[in-house]
C-alpha cells in the first residue's frame, strides 16, 4: 500500500490542526505511524509532528494528501508544482487545483513562490519565467495560460492562532452572540479599529440600507469623517436610500425622524434616483451642490473609494451602479490591497459576495439583527471572524461613542 | 328561512366593523338587506348601521349571530342570557358561552351587568341575586354554580380606535419594524409611560433572564427607582441570573463587565440560588444584607411587586418562585387591577401566559430580538400592541434616556 | 376650500375600498360628504359610492386625490394627462407619475387607454399618434420621449377579489402558515397547476438551489417532463449545482444520495461549471451528451425556456449567465406575457426580483422554510399570494404526488 | 509554584480531549510539561498522556483541575472525595460540587462508586455507609445529608466517540442542517429505531401541539400502535388539540382535514378540555367511549407511558396535566430510566427541560421547522444530538414509511 511522510508544524495542537489531520486519516480509511511528536511547551513554542501516512491505493493517498495539504500538512519529498495549459479563453485545464483564501505557495524548480492574491475558489496561473503565481476566476483566463493541476508542489500556510490574546478577533472566534453583553465587545472594536488606522491598515464597510433605514447614517457618516472608513461597497439600495433621505428626509417613504409612514411610498424614492442622474451621478450632484448631506455625500467629501455593485432586484439602479456583477467583483478586488478589517453590516448578499474576495487574514465584523446571516458571515473556519447579532443603528452609536470617548 | 336585525354602532366604517360584518354574513352562506345607514361625516362622528341578517336554518343563524356579535353587533331584540347549572367542581355545563378579553354585557331581567374581569376562554359565572358576572376559568367552578349557555343575551363591545391619534398605540397598531427607525418610537413610548403615571396607572413588565445577559439590568433599575414600574412578572431565570449577577458579576458565568467568559459554566448560577434558598428568599436576602445590588433587590427596596412563575424548564427554583402553574396564574391576575400598560421583553413564554390574562384595554409594548416573538405577541387582533424587533440592552438604555431627559 | 367629487365603483365594502378611501381622508385632515351610496345586497352586487372630498388647500386636495386614485377612486370630471417631454436619455421629467403593478389607464383627448405592462416603479411613456401608453423603466427612456408628470387623467383599477370563493389564492390570501396542515393547500395548488394548464396559462417558477441542496430535484424534472413548467427565472447556483449532482452526484460536496460529505468541498462545483465551460453552455452540453441529467437538461429536452440571472455573489458563473443585471431583468421581462402562476421556491433574492417585474394579476405560491423570506413575499397588499413556509424537497414531493394521482 | 500531574486517556486525540485540556492550561495562565504521550496507531487504540500542571498558586491550580476534570482528566494521588452535611432542608452547603450530566464517579476510602443518575446542575449526597452516591435537586436535600463539597476525589469519564462510524449519531455530531438533503438522515433515523427496540431500549418522544397542527398525529399514531414509543412527555396542548381534533375534527378551531378555518377559534379546543374534565380525565375518557382516536387514545390503547408537564401559559389544562413543574420532572425522571432514543419534535419548552434531564449517553433527535430552537438543543456538547430543520409532518410521514417498509 502506498505511503507518504507528512510534516505538520507550528501550534499544531491548540490549532487543532494535529486532531483534524489524524482524524482525516482515519475517516478516509487510511492508517498512521507518528514517527515524531515534539509539543511545545510554551503557548509560544511551536509544535511538530512528523507521520507517515498509508492508504490504500495511490488514488486515495493523493486524495488525503490534498485534504491534508489544506490542514497545513507538508509532504516530506518536495516536487514542483505541475502545469497544464488552459484549453480555451474562460476554461481551466482538467484536474485544476481549486484554492482556498490561505496564503498558499507553489514550488517551482528553482524554490518556492507565493500565490497572489489569496482568493478562494480560482486557479492558479504560472509564469515561470517571470516567477509569478496568480489565483485567477474563469474570465481571466486565456487559452493557453499555464495552470496548476493536481496538487504536488502546493504549500498552503493556514491562519494560526496567535499566541496573545489581545485580540478581540481571537478570543472571540466565531461567536454569535444574541443574549450576551455587547458593550464590551464594541468597546474593543473600537480598539481594533484605532488600532488599525494608527498602522495603516484600511478598513473596509460591507453595508445595507439598513444603516439607513434604522437611523444610523449620522453615526456611520461620523466615522468617516474621523477617518476611520476607507472603502465602502454596497448596493444600489444603500446609496439610494442614503440619497432619498438627504433629498427628501425620508428613506422608502418613512420619516427617519418622526418615524410615520409619509404616504410616498416609493415615490421620493424614484425621485431621488431620477435627481442623481439628471446630475449624472453621484460625484456630479456633490459638486452640483445638489446633494449636501448623507453617508455617499460624506464619501465624496472625504475621498472614501466606493463600489456600487448592482443586482437583479434593483429595478432603477443610480448611474454610479456597476450593475454588471463580475465587472463589479473586478472594481472591487481592485481595492481590496492593504484591508485589515471590514466590518458587513445589514446585507445578506453584499456580504457574502464579499467574503468570497476576502483573504483569510482580514479581520471580518459581521453585525445583522438576523442571527441566520452572522452564522452565515460569521463561521467560515477561520480565527478572524466575530458575529454580533443586534440592531444596526444602536451598535453604530455605541461604536461611535467608544471611539470619540478615546480620540 | 330565518333572519334576525342587527345593529351596529360607533366607529364601523374606519375600525373596519361594517365591511368585516358584511364580509362574514356572505362568506357563511347568509344574506343582508341593509336598512339603514348613517355615516359619520368628521372622524369624531358615530356611524350607524341596521342589517337584517337571514340564513338557511336556525342553526346557521344562531352561529353567525354569534360570530357577529363578537365584531359588536347588537341584536334588536333582547332577550336575557340562559343558565345552566356546573354539573362538577372544574366543569362548565353542555354549550357554554366561551369569553373573549373585551369589555362584555350579559342581559338579565331586569338589565345589563359587565362580565368582570374582562379574561378570554373563560366562562361566565352569574350571580343573579348579587347581579354579578364572573369570568370564570375551570378551576373556579364549584358544582351547581350559574353559567351563560348559548349566546342570547350577550353583548361585546369591541375595543374602538380613538378619533384622536395622539396614541402611539393606535398609530403603531400591530406593527412590527425590524429595518425602521427606532428612535422616534422610543421617545413616543418615553411620553406614554409619563402619561400613565400621571394618570395613576399602573405599568407592569413581563421580562425574560436576557434583561440580564443583556446587560441591561441597570437601565431597568433606573425605571424601578424612578417610580416607573408598579409590577414584574417573570421566570426563576430572570432573577436567579440577576441574583447571580449581584453576587457574582457574571450571568451562566459570563462575565457580565468584559463579556469574557470566566469558565464557571453553571457554577456561579447555582451558588447564587443555594444562597438565597439558604436566606429563605429574595426579602430575606435583602433584609440580611447577603443581596445588595440588582432588578430584585430594586424592586424590594422601591415595592415593586413581583410574581415569579416556575417552568418545566427550571430544574433549581428559588423559594420565592411560586412551581405550580394555576396558582402562579391566580397570583398574576390577583394584581392585575389598575395596570394601564404592559411592557413585555426578551421572553416569549411569560408574555404569552400574561398576554392571555390581560384584558384588551390594557395597552402592549414588546420587545424582542426575535420577530417571531414579537409579530405573535403583537398581532393579536387588538390596536393596543406595539412591537419592536431590536436588542433589549439598547432599547432600554435609550428608553431610561428619554425619561430623564423629560424628567 | 377646494374639493372634488370622487366615485367608487365594485366591491368596495368587502373589498375594504370604502372604508380605506374615507380613512385615508380623514388622516390627511380633511373631511367627506358622502352624496350617495348604493351597497350591494349579494356577494355578486357591485356597491357604488359618491364621496365629496374637501381638503384646507388645492395640493393637499391634489396629493390626497393621488392616493385615492390608487385605492380605485375615479374623479368626477374627467381630465386628460398631462406630459413633459424627458430632459435627457435614461432621465424621467420633474414630476412623473411613479406606476404600480396594477391595471392603469391613462386619459388622452379622445379617450382612455391602457398603460401596459402592469409595471411598478416606472414611468408613463406615451405616444399621443399611436395611442400607446408604456410603463417604462430608466434606461428605456429617451430624450424627448411625453412621460406622464402629476396624476391627473389617471385612473388605477385595483384589483378586486372575485366573488367565488374557488380560488385558493383568495381564500388564503397572504396567510402565512407555519403550524397549519399544508396536504391541503397543496391539493389545491395542484389543481390550480391543472387548471392554468387546461387555459393555457404559462407557469413560471423561480428557485434557488435548496430545490438541488434538498434533494428536489427529482420530483421537479417530472413537474417539467408532464409540462407543468413553462418557465425558469433563477441565479447561477441553482444551474451549477444541479449540473454538479448530474456530473458528479453531489451539491456543494454533499453527496445527495447518502447525504454525507464527500470533503471534495467547493471542488466539485468548480469542476461541473468549468465541464460546462468547456462545452459552450448548458444546451451544447445537453448537444454533446456531457450532461445527461438534472433540472437543466429537463428544461433544454422539454423546451423550457430559462434565464439565469448573474450576481455579485456568484464568482464563477457559468456561461449561459447574464451578468448584467439590468440585461438580465429586460430577459426576464421579455417572457413574461402569457404567465399566469409564479412559483417561488428556495431564493429570497431572485423571488423579490421577479416580484417587483410582476403584475398584480399574476398568483404567486411563495414557499420557503424561512418565514421571513414568504413573509415578505407573500405580505404584498394583494389578494394573489400565497405562502407556505415548508421545507422545499417535501412540499415538491407531495405536489408531483397529488398532480400524479389526477393525471 | 503548586503542580499536579493529570492523566489522560481515551480516544483524546480524535475526540480533541488532549488539545482542549492543553489549550485550557495555557488560557489559564498555568504551564504544562508532558510527561509521556503514547498515541494510538490505529482508530481503535487507546491514547495516553502524562502531564504535569504548574499554576500561579493553590486556587488557580484548584480551579483549573476542576476544570479539566470535566474534560476526563484524572489527577494521578488519589484523594477521597470531601463531605460536608447540608445546613438546612433545599439548601447545599457551602462550595459543593455541581454535576454534568456525564458519567462520575466520587472516590471513598475503599474506593470508587458511580454517581446516580448522571444529572446536570445537582449536588452529589453521599451514603459512605450504604456505598451510594446521588445527584440530588435542591428539593431532594433534608438537613444534614452529606453532599460533595470542592472537587477532589471525583472523576468524570466524558463520553468518547465510538471508533466505528455506523451510528448516525457520531457520524452527524451536532449538524445542523436546513438546506441539506433529509431523506438519507431519515432513513437512518428508521433503522436507529429499529436497532433501539431490538436491544429493548426505551424510545422517548418529547412532543408540541405541532404534531397535531401540521396534520402528523396520524403518523405518529401509527409509530404507537407499532411499538416505537414507549414514553410520551409533553405539555397541556399537544393533549387538548389532540383531543379536540378527536371530537371535533379541528385543531384551535383549523380544519385538519379542509386546512380551513371554521370559525370556531378557540371555542372547540375549551369544550374538549370540559368534556374530558367531565369524564375525570384521558383514561376514564378512552374507557367510556367518548374519546375513540388520537395520539392520546393511542397512547392509552398501546400502554404507552405519558407525563403531560403544565406551563404558565396553559390557563385551561386537562386533569391529567401535572400543573408543578417541580412534581413534573419528579415525574419525568422516574419514567427514563432505560430510554436510549429521544425525540424532540415541535416543542421548544418541554425539549430544555428534558434536556436537562438527560444523562449524555441518551442519543436524541431534535426535529423543528425553527433553525434557532434545533441549534439550541443539537449544540449541547455531546456527540449524540442530531437536529433537523424541517417540517414535522413530511419528516414523520417519511419517518414511518421507512419504518413500515423494513418491517
Not at 345 to 361: C, D, E, Q, Y
Request: hydrophobic residues 45%; proline residues 4%; aromatic residues 6%.
Amino acid at each position: 500500500m502506498p505511503s507518504e511522510t507528512i510534516e505538520l508544524r507550528g501550534h499544531i495542537i491548540d490549532s487543532l490542526i494535529l486532531p483534524k489531520v489524524l482524524d482525516e486519516i482515519i475517516a478516509r480509511g487510511a492508517t498512521f505511524k507518528i514517527g515524531e511528536i515534539r509539543i511545545g511547551e510554551q503557548r509560544t513554542d511551536q509544535s511538530f509532528a512528523r507521520i507517515e501516512v498509508t492508504a490504500p491505493d495511490s488514488d486515495k493517498l493523493d486524495e488525503l494528501i490534498l485534504r491534508l495539504r489544506q490542514h497545513g500538512a507538508e509532504v516530506r519529498e518536495k516536487k514542483s508544482v505541475q502545469l497544464a495549459a488552459a484549453p480555451a479563453d474562460g476554461v481551466y485545464p482538467q484536474g485544476f487545483y481549486v484554492t482556498t483564501n490561505q496564503q498558499t505557495f507553489v514550488r517551482l524548480e528553482d524554490g518556492e513562490i507565493e500565490v497572489k492574491p489569496a482568493l478562494m475558489d480560482s486557479a492558479i496561473v504560472v509564469d515561470p519565467a517571470a516567477k509569478t503565481a496568480q489565483a485567477t476566476k474563469f474570465y481571466g483566463i486565456k487559452k493557453g495560460m499555464e495552470v496548476v493541476v493536481g496538487h504536488q508542489g502546493i504549500r498552503v500556510v493556514p491562519l494560526q492562532r496567535s499566541t496573545a490574546r489581545t485580540d478581540i478577533f481571537e478570543f472571540m472566534s466565531s461567536n454569535v452572540s444574541i443574549e450576551k453583553p455587547k458593550s464590551a465587545v464594541i468597546r474593543e472594536m473600537a480598539r481594533e479599529f484605532k488600532r488599525s488606522r494608527e498602522e495603516q491598515g484600511k478598513i473596509l464597510v460591507v453595508g445595507g440600507a439598513a444603516i439607513v433605514h434604522t437611523g444610523a447614517a449620522g453615526h456611520f457618516e461620523k466615522l468617516i469623517e474621523w477617518g476611520y472608513i476607507q472603502l465602502l461597497f454596497a448596493g444600489n439600495a444603500l446609496a439610494a436610500h442614503d440619497i432619498e433621505n438627504a433629498l427628501f428626509g425620508t428613506s422608502l417613504g418613512v420619516n427617519l425622524e418622526h418615524g410615520a409612514l409619509t404616504g410616498q411610498g416609493t415615490q421620493n424614492h424614484m425621485r431621488a434616483i431620477n435627481a442623481v442622474r439628471g446630475a449624472g451621478g453621484i460625484k456630479p450632484a456633490v459638486a452640483s451642490g445638489l446633494l449636501k448631506s448623507g453617508i455617499m455625500y460624506s464619501c465624496v467629501k472625504n475621498d472614501v473609494d466606493f463600489v456600487l455593485a448592482g443586482s437583479i432586484r434593483d429595478d432603477s439602479p443610480l448611474p454610479d451602479v456597476i450593475t454588471d456583477a463580475v465587472e463589479a467583483q473586478k472594481a472591487m478586488r481592485a481595492k481590496l490591497e492593504g484591508v485589515t478589517i471590514t466590518m458587513m453590516m445589514g446585507t445578506r448578499l453584499h456580504s457574502i459576495a464579499v467574503a468570497n474576495l476576502l483573504p483569510a487574514t482580514v479581520k471580518t465584523l459581521c453585525v445583522d439583527i438576523n442571527p441566520g446571516v452572522v452564522a452565515k458571515l460569521a463561521d467560515r473556519g477561520t480565527f478572524q471572524a466575530v458575529g454580533l447579532v443586534t440592531d444596526i443603528e444602536p451598535f453604530l452609536r455605541e461604536l461611535t461613542d467608544f471611539i470619540e470617548a478615546d480620540r
